[in-house]
């Protein structure tokens, strides 16, 4: 059961993959670049990106809220889920610093919440008394994603097991 259980946390960490895929197929429906093969109420997910990138963030801290079943998995089951994120972000991270983008699927992994991202990076440079110029560069944008992905996460994993004891071996 606990190979089980780790496999399902490593193959959760692949679903931003999809959710990422689908969300680049409405914005270039929505765009009108690509023929329609979605349902046209989808397209409200391209008008609304903010609150897109929230329902997302809501979906992977449930998914966090699911599959952390004690407190003594929440490590295991936090780094499993994003293992998959880190070699994106690295992945991500390289590519920006060379200016040479191999492969566009890593990115897709962190296009829904990178609007917000982006509104963050914005909010932080302009009320920061240590930056003073932006960044300029999309690789401080996706550590962004990724905190807060890990940051949904751990809250929904921590509200699975606020309350629990954590010596308790048994659900």
Not at 122 to 142: A, D, E, H
């Amino acid at each position: 059961m606990a190979k089980f259980y780790r496999a399902l946390c490593a193959l959760c960490g692949l679903l931003p993959f999809v959710v990422g895929r689908l969300y680049s197929q409405i914005l270039l429906e929505w765009e009108g670049q690509t023929s329609s093969i979605l349902p046209a109420w989808m397209n409200i997910f391209a008008r609304h990106m903010g609150l897109t990138a929230l329902l997302i963030l809501l979906l992977w801290g449930f998914l966090g809220f699911l599959l952390c079943r004690r407190w003594q998995e929440a490590g295991i089951c936090l780094m499993l889920s994003h293992i998959v994120a880190v070699i994106c972000l690295l992945f991500n991270i390289i590519q920006d610093l060379n200016g040479h983008y191999w492969s566009i699927a890593t990115q897709f992994y962190f296009l829904p919440i990178l609007w917000l991202a982006y509104r963050l990076e914005r909010w932080f440079v302009n009320w920061s008394p240590f930056v003073t110029q932006p960044v300029g560069r999309m690789w401080f944008t996706y550590v962004i994603c990724f905190m807060l992905m890990v940051g949904a996460f751990t809250v929904g994993m921590f509200l699975r097991t606020m309350g629990r004891d954590p010596t308790e071996k048994n659900e």
